[in-house]
Nanobody, 115 residues
């Protein structure tokens, strides 16, 4: 069973930064992609960023230029550096690790951006 654990959320003022971490219990190199998604209250879960195993990263339009995703295979961790945060970024952030067969989700970490 693969475990996925997110951390790094918190309360930050608009314009501030946070770095989220997604730690998986198996080598990150065995996953085709590890994504970050988020879900704001009353809204559907949405894609935020992808760290592909082929080093091709992808971002939602809403976060391009502000968020950066990176992999540290030695630490089995994927990071999401979030800069220039706005209240619209307030959400629970979830990590999704896909190993070509299954998706493994974490429990999420809350990010709250105050205006």
């Amino acid at each position: 069973q693969v475990r996925v654990v997110e951390s790094g959320g918190g309360l930050v003022q608009a314009g501030g930064s946070l770095r989220l971490a997604c730690i998986v219990s198996r080598s990150t190199s065995t996953f085709a992609a590890i994504d970050w998604h988020r879900q704001a209250p009353g809204k559907q879960r949405e894609f935020v960023a992808r760290a592909g195993n082929d080093r091709n990263n992808a971002y939602a339009d809403a976060v391009k230029g502000r968020f950066t995703i990176s992999r540290d295979n030695a630490q089995n961790t994927v990071y999401l550096q979030m800069n220039s945060l706005t209240p619209e970024d307030t959400a629970a952030y979830y990590c999704d690790a896909w190993d070509y067969i299954r998706h493994y989700w974490g429990q999420g970490t809350q990010v709250t951006v105050s205006s």
